[in-house]
């Protein structure tokens, strides 16, 4: 059970983030352009962030600064993220929320901080998709009718589907329609000090009109690049990239959450 003290950090969390559910001027990332406006195609959102080159622990800030999370004090010459600050910038347009970096980043359940007998941020991935998608209509999307509660899980009970599962993969993306967006946060078992699970990387899924399946993430040798998993081909590299290992299997985590604003073209 929570306790009062997390009960508050939550409370705090989603009145910031409910203020982002009115109309919200989310400032352009400097150095990009004039940025997608409010109810623009979500596709257009990835395609106005992709190749933007890989910057470990970058992010843009609220005022539209590339800077760091840990660093916030420290202002990037030119853009970069990595796949945190990707994932919180493309969700600031699709739930027009105008996030602080320091709120994206909470510790919800007080269970991964330095003094964690799971190692420091082993949750980083899974806090963050749910903290960005606080107080939404969200779930967790699983394969084969199984459901899950996300309130009674935590980052080590919920961590989603094996990653090179191509059956699962075909059932969960069957489940994807236009009007959502599915983050998701990807883990792996790890034997690190204290270290058991991490939850190494996060991303976006976003599926268009067309049938399209658009999977985005910042990795290091590509930046900010998208790939349609509609074609289960292009799940191939991923896997291959995301390897099993003899401490276990790597497991990936997607959170469907509805679209601020949505509207279909009836293409």
């Known amino acids: 059970m929570f306790s009062r ?16 559910c009115a109309k ?20 257009d959102v990835l395609s106005y962030l992709e190749g933007i080159p890989y910057q470990g622990d970058a992010a843009v800030n609220r005022d539209g600064e590339f800077t760091f999370f840990a660093q916030p004090e420290i202002f990037l010459k030119k853009p970069g993220l ?10 600031r347009y699709y739930f027009n929320r105008n996030y602080n970096l320091a709120d994206v980043t909470l510790d919800r359940l007080a269970d991964s901080g330095p003094d964690s007998p799971y190692g420091q941020d082993w949750d ?5 998709v749910l903290n960005v998608t606080e107080g939404l209509k969200r779930r967790a999307v699983l394969p ?4 899950a509660v996300i309130e009674d899980n935590n980052g080590m009970t919920l961590r989603g589907f094996e990653l090179s599962d191509r059956t ?11 009007g959502h967006v599915y983050l998701f946060s990807m883990s792996k078992p790890i034997k690190f000090k204290n270290y058991k699970v991490l939850h190494y990387h996060v991303g976006v899924i976003v599926p268009d009109e067309s049938g399209h399946i658009w999977l985005c993430h910042a990795t290091r040798k590509s930046g900010v690049n998208k790939v349609d998993i509609s074609n289960q081909a292009n799940l191939e590299p991923i896997i291959k990239a995301n390897p099993d ?23």
């Open 144 to 147: 084969f009718g199984e459901t």
């Open 168 to 178: 699962a993969w075909a059932d969960v993306i069957s489940q994807m329609t236009p």
């Open 24 to 43: 919200t001027d989310i400032p352009d990332p400097r150095g990009l352009g004039p940025a997608p406006r409010y109810c623009a195609d979500p596709v």
């Open 124 to 128: 980083f991935g899974y806090d963050l």
């Open 82 to 91: 990595n796949c945190s600050g990707f994932t919180v910038a493309a969700s």
């Open 5 to 20: 003290e997390k009960y508050i950090l939550l409370t705090v969390l989603l009145a910031l983030m409910l203020v982002g």
């Open 245 to 267: 290992s003899d401490l276990g299997v790597r497991k990936i985590l997607i959170i469907e959450a509805p679209l601020l604003c949505y509207r279909n073209s009836g293409r």
